[in-house]
């Protein structure tokens, strides 16, 4: 089965925690101190630098042929069947671990692929001083690798990011000032914030969550990045990511759907600004506004999606993913008890199933939900009908 390349510009882009359009609104307002502003103008421009490497990173990839690509000859669901096949097998003769960490420090260069001469942390290796370094980045993130691969290895059976055991590589200090984190494709990178407007990223479980679930969602099934099908790429990475952080914060303890905050990026921005987080999947809409970044644009049900163009969020994608996220915290409350016992396996075998196409509507992937939901099918029909299914009105393209 031949497929028509697609067009570029639904390639994944670099996927970052803070969506262009909130950089692009605090330029555009103007009252954030003028060191901000330049670091909004450098991320964005920085960031748009590494889209096009991820770009050209694809098809290399492509030309090689070496592993599942959005674009691949051979459809991602056989390569999914393939891993889970491996999976079962080593699940007769004990499920075998593969983490395999490796932090670096960046150095603050800005460069498209930093430098790997300065490893902070590997795999089995001693936590980084104080003296080291203060800021601690380093060992956040080796304990977030950590936390994140045990959550899908103990909870979905998954391996690593790949299903197969791959290494996960992560670079702190990148670049001056960088107002972002994000995953490439094949590592994470965090920038240090500007302190100002926005914190660190290391310290955010479902940060890093959010981040490692674009590399399992492109490895299982790739949504386009682009308007719906960009927006439930967006939601699951939330929805994997709250239930990280709601095991992960305190294993020994964890939250159920009730105790949890549901908020995604709490405490990334800094002192001062009026925000609980970055996203409200209890109440989006409703986690920021504040006079130097803007306000929360997220709609909680399909009668507020907003129609965007390709050129605004990639038609939306961080924007109306506020709904699917909403129909998982209604989905993990009516159930009740921990979401990674009830609708998380629910949401992951309909993006595992190798049935999710690459250019899937809300309807679509809901109703894959509802044929997954086993016993819970009541509750599941029940939240998503809270948001609005099914969705009437169309396809959303402009
Ligand atoms: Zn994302």
Redesign the pocket.
Same mark, same amino acid.
């Given at each position: 089965m031949l497929k028509a390349p697609k067009q570029v510009t639904r390639m994944a882009p670099v !996927? !970052?925690?803070i969506p262009e359009h909130v950089l692009q609104n605090i330029l555009e307002v103007g009252q954030a101190p003028q060191h901000v502003l330049d670091a909004c103008q450098s991320t964005i421009d920085q960031t748009k630098e590494l889209h096009n490497t991820r770009i050209e990173h694809k098809q290399s990839l492509l030309a090689e042929q070496e592993r599942p690509t959005f674009e691949g000859i051979i459809p991602s669901y056989i390569f999914e069947t393939i891993a889970r096949e491996a999976a079962k097998k080593e699940q007769l003769t004990g499920a075998v671990r593969h983490l395999n960490r490796t932090v670096y420090d960046a150095q603050h260069t800005n460069r498209r692929d930093p430098p790997r001469n300065k490893i902070m942390i590997k795999e089995g290796g001693a936590l980084i001083s104080k003296e080291q370094d203060p800021s601690y980045d380093a060992n956040e993130c080796y304990i977030g690798f950590q936390k994140t691969y045990d959550f899908y290895f103990n909870f979905l059976n998954r391996d690593s990011i790949d299903g197969r055991g791959g290494g996960l590589n992560g670079f702190v200090h990148y670049s001056e000032g960088y107002q972002n984190a994000f995953w490439d494709g094949k590592q994470m990178i965090f920038g240090d914030g500007d302190g100002v407007i926005f914190n660190g990223f290391t310290d955010e479980l479902d940060v890093i969550g #959010? =981040?490692l679930t #674009?590399g399992v969602v492109e490895y299982t099934s790739p949504l386009d990045y682009s308007f719906q099908s960009g927006a439930l790429? =967006?939601s699951l990475?939330d929805v994997f990511g709250i239930m990280i952080k709601q095991w992960g914060n305190d294993p020994a303890n964890p939250q159920t759907a009730e105790q949890s905050d549901w908020l995604i990026g709490e405490g990334i921005w800094a002192k001062g600004v009026n925000g609980r987080a970055l996203r409200d999947m209890k109440a989006p809409g409703t986690a920021y506004n504040d006079r130097r970044v803007g306000s929360d644009r997220q709609p909680g049900h399909w009668k507020n999606f907003q129609k965007l163009p390709l050129s605004e969020d990639q038609g939306g994608v #961080?924007i109306n993913s506020g709904i699917p996220n909403h129909a998982f915290y209604l989905a993990s409350t009516l159930i009740g008890g921990y979401s990674w016992q009830t609708a998380g396996p629910i949401w992951y075998k309909a993006l595992t199933c190798g049935k999710l196409r690459q250019n899937a509507s809300f309807k679509e992937f809901a109703e894959l939900t509802i044929l997954n939901a086993g016993d819970h099918e009541d509750s599941i029909r029940e939240a998503w009908k809270q948001v609005g299914y099914p969705f009437d009105g169309g396809r959303d393209e402009l």
């Open positions: !996927c !970052c925690i #959010h =981040e #674009h790429n =967006e990475a #961080h």
